[in-house]
Structures are given as structure tokens and as C-alpha cells.
């Protein structure tokens, strides 16, 4: 009859206060009363940050073939997806202008989708594990087809990924050789690893479980 319906779900994603009442068919809804202030990046800012991210290839056993992606260092180990460098013969990596090559990993997690490589060198940036809210601003830094890309957007939701692993899962676009990028937060600190997209939504590996391999 023209009547716009709102989902339920979609009001509490956005931070409402929603009670539903199923006897009476009813919904109350108690609007935010404070605000929270986001801290955002400039572009300045980002640029001096994507230094700290390096492109990555990952080795098959077919020389014609290479799996291509992004990582970032955290202690001393380059991180990235698992899929970029796992099963690889040989993994490379480009920092401060030189190739560092090798075969040894600190840790490999399939099922959560990231690796660590030992490294020297090269620049590390401040992590969080705070998870982000719903409509917060966040930056990916990656390397799609091999080259330098920042692109900007906002966290959709969080999500449950396979095994129970939780994703975050935002507007940032990531493409092909984005995976194992940086993903930040308004104050320039990484919160995950980008992993993949899907139409117009991208989905990220929380920090936090890149520190608990690392621990």
C-alpha cells in the first residue's frame, strides 16, 4: 500500500536502539543520544603510510605462474594471505627497493587466510585491535595488478566467516593482488588484512589474529 518497511536488523547495524514487541506486532525505537567522533585521513597522511606496504609473489611449481598480492610487516614478519604465498616454493617480497627472497615461513593459518614471512628491513606501522563500528571510515593500501593503489570507504558490518572467524566487511575497493594489503583505521592504524571482494563489498582479516600467531 505504498507503506515503507525498514528491516529490524538493519536498524540495529546502524547503532538503534530496537525492542521488538511480537504479541502486539509492534517496534520501539530509541535514537542515539551522543555521537562519536572518527578520526579521518588525509591523503598526505596516506601516502606516508602506503610506504610501509610491499608487493608480494608467491612461486608455484609452473615458472609461468605466480600468485601476486600485498603484505605488510608486523615484527619483524611480513604478513599477506595465505592464498597469495602458501604451498609457494619461493616467496619474494620488495622492500626498500630490493627483492628478498626465501622459502621459510614464521607461521601459516588456512583456514583464517594469512601467512607470516621473515623479513629485514622495511617499515611498520601501529596496529589495533579494537574492532570498528558500522559506518566508521577505513582506507585499504594494496597492490592490485602490481601497482600502488589507496582507495577509502567505510565498514559495512561484521561479519562470520568460514570456521566462525569473524571478518569486517567494508566499502574500500580491493581488487586482484590487494590481497594481504593493509586495511586502516582513521588514525592510521591497521585493524586488518585485506582478503577478497565481492560485488560492490570487500572483506577484511581482523588484526588480531595475525597477533595471535605472532604470540
Do not use: C
Amino acid at each position: 500500500n505504498g507503506t515503507t518497511l525498514v528491516p529490524v536488523g538493519s536498524l540495529r547495524d546502524l547503532g538503534v536502539d530496537v525492542i521488538w514487541n511480537g504479541a502486539k506486532q509492534s517496534v520501539e525505537v530509541k535514537l542515539p543520544t551522543t555521537t562519536r567522533t572518527v578520526p579521518v585521513l588525509i591523503q598526505s597522511q596516506l601516502d606516508e603510510l602506503a610506504k610501509a606496504a610491499y608487493l608480494v609473489y608467491g612461486s608455484t611449481d609452473d615458472p609461468s605462474i605466480a600468485r601476486q598480492g600485498s603484505g605488510f610487516i608486523v615484527d619483524g614478519t611480513l604478513i599477506t594471505n595465505y592464498h597469495v604465498g602458501g604451498e609457494s616454493k619461493e616467496i619474494s617480497v620488495q622492500i626498500d627497493g630490493q627483492w628478498q627472497k626465501t622459502s621459510q615461513t614464521t607461521f601459516e593459518n588456512e583456514n583464517v587466510d594469512i601467512m607470516g614471512i621473515p623479513v629485514s628491513g622495511g617499515k611498520e606501522l601501529p596496529v589495533s585491535t579494537e574492532l570498528p563500528q558500522v559506518g566508521d571510515p577505513v582506507y585499504a593500501i594494496g597492490f592490485p595488478d602490481g601497482k600502488l593503489a589507496i582507495t577509502e570507504g567505510e565498514v559495512y558490518g561484521i561479519t562470520q566467516g568460514p570456521g566462525g572467524y569473524t571478518k569486517i566487511v567494508h566499502t574500500a575497493f580491493i581488487d586482484g593482488g590487494s590481497s594481504g594489503g593493509i586495511m586502516l583505521n582513521g588514525k592510521g592504524q591497521i585493524i586488518g588484512v585485506n582478503e577478497s571482494d565481492m560485488a560492490d563489498k570487500s572483506f577484511a582479516i581482523p588484526i588480531k589474529y595475525v597477533l595471535d600467531e605472532l604470540n
